[in-house]
């Protein structure tokens, strides 16, 4: 089945900074990228969809300055955390669809983002 | 609007029973729906998949869930529990083919006894 990877697996910054994670699509091309967040023993909840060479639709609630969505290419998207605190420790995971019609639905491994 | 409702937040199965963990879903349009499985510190797997094919769908590690449109239910289930089926499970629902926004229930943390 096709893979998307997740760069880095796990990251601790310090309070203040910001942090880029990297969601790959290693063997098909990921028309759209989603991105969830994932506390503690919750749900998954979708931050934003981001369409290739298209601004990001965030979810209500979803600070779009706060998180930086980038979706160059058809197998690269990046969530930039920008001064990140420590509420936004979290489990980040993102999922590549290759088209909206079908059933293509791969979610990358996450990344655990703790911010001290 | 779609949504999902995971009515067991925990349950608790001794390993060899059987095991079902329930899930309602509420969807304008004819709905996609998965079942997810998530290890502790680990991605998300899945399980199976219903669009709009059988109702009764068989997925991987002996799991299957039938979907009952007049319950509006997509209850997951396994004959026999194994130990390493304990992990977290997630209900996901779609309004079209998948590739829409999924919407996730709130989970259902599954324990074996030994």
């Known amino acids: 089945g096709a893979v998307v990877s997740q760069h880095p697996s796990w990251v601790i910054c310090k309070s203040g900074t910001s942090v880029k994670i990297e969601c790959r699509s290693l063997?098909?091309?990921?028309?759209?990228m989603f991105w969830y967040r994932q506390f503690p023993k919750q749900s998954l909840m979708l931050m934003a969809t981001?369409?290739?060479?298209?601004?990001?639709?965030?979810e209500q609630g979803v600070e779009k300055d706060k998180f930086l969505i980038n979706h160059a290419s058809l197998t690269l998207s990046t969530l930039t955390v920008t001064s990140a605190h420590p509420e936004d420790s979290s489990f980040y995971i993102c999922r590549g669809a290759e088209s909206l019609v079908g059933e293509t639905q791969y979610f990358g491994p996450g990344t655990r983002l703790l911010v001290l | 609007a779609q949504s999902v409702t995971q009515l067991d937040s925990h349950v608790s199965v001794s390993e060899g029973t059987p095991v079902l963990l329930r899930c309602n879903y509420s969807?304008?349009?004819?709905?996609?729906l998965f079942w997810y499985v998530q290890h502790p510190n680990k991605g998300l797997q899945l399980l199976l998949k219903?669009?709009?094919?059988?109702?009764l769908v068989k997925g991987i590690n002996g799991f299957e869930a039938e979907f009952k449109k007049s319950e509006t239910s997509f209850h997951l289930t396994k004959p026999s529990a194994h130990m390493s089926d304990a992990a977290e499970y997630f209900c996901v629902v779609s309004d079209r083919f998948g590739n829409e926004k999924l919407t996730f229930g709130t989970g259902t943390r599954l324990t074996i006894i030994p």
């Open positions: 063997d098909f091309q990921a028309t759209t």
């Open positions: 981001s369409n290739e060479g298209s601004k990001a639709t965030y």
């Open positions: 219903y669009t709009s094919a059988a109702t």
């Open positions: 969807s304008s349009y004819s709905p996609s």
